[in-house]
């Protein structure tokens, strides 16, 4: 298979971004190093349930995948579980984010589902998380503000976040009332052959289409969304329990998790959000009154899980026989590939 090569501004622009991102990891682990080894050192065996934390999170993705594939086609669960860890971990490792993610999923479910039903479950799966990550932020947003006494610019720019995220599920709503043509409009599919693009209008017309088609679906597949970031404040309350000794106020918990929320959506391009992740962490616990070593630690341990699941995630891939560079050029929307018809 031919590997697909990134545009080499995005190539340099990548590589300058990590290292960056590098430099100010660096700098903020060097200035409290040995806060930041005993906060880690706290956590212990307490990993091994964060890693599993981060399990059961997949576990609701994948759910929530499988639910939107409609019949007669259907995706197991095993299946779907493993295709949204090893998209993960190519997201996570390249600087590519979702671009590398979501045909990665795809490429994983390939000889168990077809390419359609799979691409259009995950499209719709994939709309649902984005209106919940957007709803989780917003009503972080509003937890920080009501909660604790912000700066001015800070206290504007979260503001300004509630308002463009408002803005965000009115557009929504009117997508999904009139209906437009807004993926082949947008994208740049112009090299699709007629035959595709007409394959990718009736995938997005599917989606637009899909809570009306299938209404006893929508409750439970939103609560799966939802319970993915429930599980994420779970996982930031027992970190913080863990690293500060007493357990945390759960709202504290859940301000954390909706700020990690807006970085990884942020700096997705920017492999592990390294740096930044610390650096936006350890400014919201300051503003909590935890301290910024025990933002910059929650991170870092972050960080361990990630890695650890990514690990699995390549594991997988290798076993398959997959590469991310032949995911890529093989992906159902890469002008070389013939797959979005089959």
Excluded at 26 to 54: M, N, R, Y
Excluded at 216 to 243: D, N, Q, Y
Excluded at 262 to 285: C, H, M, N, R, Y
Excluded at 322 to 334: F, I, K, R
Aim: aromatic letters at 8%; glycine letters at 8%; a positive charge.
């Amino acid at each position: 298979m031919s590997d697909i090569r990134p545009p080499r501004q995005i190539t340099t622009a990548g590589v300058l971004t990590a290292i960056a991102g590098t430099a100010l990891f660096v700098w903020l682990v060097w200035t409290s190093p040995h806060e930041i080894w005993t906060g880690v050192q706290k956590i212990g065996w307490g990993l091994i349930w964060i890693f599993a934390l981060g399990g059961v999170r997949f576990a609701t993705r994948a759910a929530a995948w499988a639910l939107c594939v409609e019949p007669p086609y259907a995706l197991q669960f095993s299946t779907a579980f493993a295709a949204v860890v090893c998209g993960d971990a190519v997201g996570n490792v390249t600087p590519l984010g979702p671009l590398a993610s979501e045909p990665t999923k795809i490429a994983c479910v390939r000889g168990r589902l077809p390419i359609g039903p799979a691409l259009t479950a995950l499209a719709i799966e994939n709309v649902i998380y984005t209106l919940s990550v957007a709803a989780t932020i917003a009503a972080g947003a509003a937890a920080l503000l009501l909660s604790v006494d912000l700066p001015v610019q800070l206290r504007e720019v979260s503001q300004l976040a509630i308002g463009a995220i408002g803005v965000v599920f009115l557009l929504a709503a009117w997508v999904l009332w009139r209906r437009p043509a807004v993926i082949t409009t947008l994208l740049p599919v112009a090299r699709l052959a007629g035959s595709r693009l007409d394959k990718l209008r009736a995938v997005e017309r599917e989606v637009l289409t899909f809570a009306s088609r299938r209404r006893r679906v929508i409750v439970p597949l939103v609560a799966l969304e939802l319970s993915f970031h429930a599980l994420g404040v779970l996982e930031k309350h027992l970190t913080l329990w863990l690293i500060l000794g007493a357990p945390p106020p759960l709202l504290s918990s859940f301000i954390v998790e909706t700020a990690d929320r807006l970085i990884t959506v942020a700096f997705k391009f920017l492999p592990f959000q390294v740096g930044v992740g610390e650096a936006g962490t350890a400014l919201v616990t300051q503003l909590l009154g935890l301290g910024n070593v025990t933002g910059i630690t929650v991170s870092i341990v972050r960080k361990a899980r990630m890695g650890i699941w990514s690990l699995v995630g390549t594991a997988l891939l290798v076993r398959r026989g997959l590469a991310p560079g032949a995911v890529l050029a093989d992906s159902p929307l890469s002008p070389n590939s013939s797959r979005l018809d089959r």
